[in-house]
């Protein structure tokens, strides 16, 4: 048994099987080409962009029906990127001007850029340097016959570990198959973070070398609550971890039966219930769960998911989203700092000083989010 710690970005427990994801590093055979060989290479470029592409726009919408407008936002760089005349161009006149095949000149011009990105030093740039390894391998499939990811010959319930998940695999991951995500970096703000959230996926982010660690079809557990990941567990801790798993769903269903009730303390002061927030589509989540509106709307993927820094009215767009009149909730300047909770988990007020029983009473029971 081994015991790894991450970083917990999205709460629950599971137990299963491993499922390995490799890094999908390419190996790219160098060879020289002949110059009657170029206009059939850029061909086979533009072939490989074209359905590069389509692939893009699909997973686009499709993370946009699933997860909504926000999450598919993701893949609004990748898209225009694909079509960028400078870099479609710089690939060309590689293929042209040193006779090298289609699929090399694409692994040179991306790494070229990947490495422009990293060198910028912000967590932000490093996240664009991810999403372009992700379109470097997406391209190189096509060109090199490889079209089937790894994450496609998942057949049956499995726990994903990878050393990190690109944006497209984490958006494109068969929501029937895939129970928990584990990896070995990334951090609270990352794709995969992101959309394990809104998937409702336990996750663990973070884990340094689990990759190398686990084998597949290993037994693991993943705790999505505490940021641990236990390898091989023994027959003492599998059976912990499932009492665990077992009393956190029937709390859950205990929480759900209770959603429509009041937080009220034992002598009648009414409590809010505040819940925190990335996507509007999680204020569906708040209310339905007994929360009286949002106490932090994080905007942090507002930034991520574009080539500009966004504006105030993209800014304001995004609360116009979340702010209809099904999704009625209150602004983070009207919520203390000391009321923020992890991601859509409201949070109770304290106590109230004008209530008899201060500072000791403590609300009736109602449902946490999630």
């Not at 959230?197 to 660690?213: D, H, I, K, T, Y």
């Not at 034992?266 to 209310?287: D, H, S, T």
């Amino acid at each position: 048994m081994q015991i790894i710690k991450g970083i917990a970005v999205s709460p629950g427990i599971i137990v299963g099987r491993a499922f390995l994801v490799g890094t999908a590093e390419q190996v790219v055979p160098h060879r020289t080409i002949d110059p009657a060989e170029v206009t059939a290479q850029h061909a086979r470029l533009h072939a490989a962009l074209a359905a590069a592409s389509a692939e893009i726009d699909e997973l686009r919408e499709r993370t946009r029906r699933e997860l909504g407008p926000e999450p598919a936002k993701i893949f609004e760089f990748h898209a225009g990127l694909l079509r960028d005349r400078v870099l479609v161009s710089a690939v060309e006149r590689r293929v042209a001007n040193d006779f090298v095949t289609a699929e090399q000149a694409v692994a040179d011009q991306f790494r070229v850029l990947v490495d422009q990105f990293n060198r910028m030093g912000n967590e932000v740039f490093e996240q664009k340097a991810n999403d372009i390894l992700d379109l470097e391998r997406r391209v190189l499939g096509r060109l090199m016959g490889e079209e089937k990811s790894r994450l496609a010959q998942l057949d049956a319930p499995a726990i994903v570990i990878a050393h990190e998940l690109t944006p497209s695999q984490a958006a494109g991951m068969d929501r029937s198959k895939v129970i928990a995500i584990a990896t070995d970096l990334g951090g609270r703000t990352g794709h995969t973070s992101i959309v394990a959230r809104a998937l409702g996926l336990p996750a663990v982010v973070g884990c340094q070398r689990l990759s190398v660690e686990v084998e597949d079809g290993d037994q693991l557990i993943v705790d999505g609550n505490d940021g641990v990941i236990i390898l091989r567990p023994d027959s003492r801790t599998l059976e912990e971890y499932r009492r665990k798993q077992e009393r956190s769903q029937r709390s859950r269903a205990a929480m759900r039966e209770l959603s429509g009730h009041e937080a009220v303390t034992k002598c009648g002061v009414r409590i809010q219930l505040m819940g925190n927030i990335e996507f509007p589509e999680e204020v569906e989540a708040v209310l339905a769960n007994g929360g009286d509106g949002v106490g932090l709307y994080r905007t942090e993927f507002l930034w991520l998911t574009r080539k500009e820094p966004p504006t105030e009215q993209d800014h304001m767009d995004a609360y116009l989203r979340a702010n209809t009149p099904r999704r009625k909730w209150k602004s983070r300047s009207e919520i203390p700092s000391w009321a923020f909770a992890p991601s859509g988990t409201p949070w109770r007020t304290p106590p109230n000083s004008n209530c008899s029983c201060a500072p000791s009473c403590e609300p009736v029971p109602t449902a946490r989010s999630r």
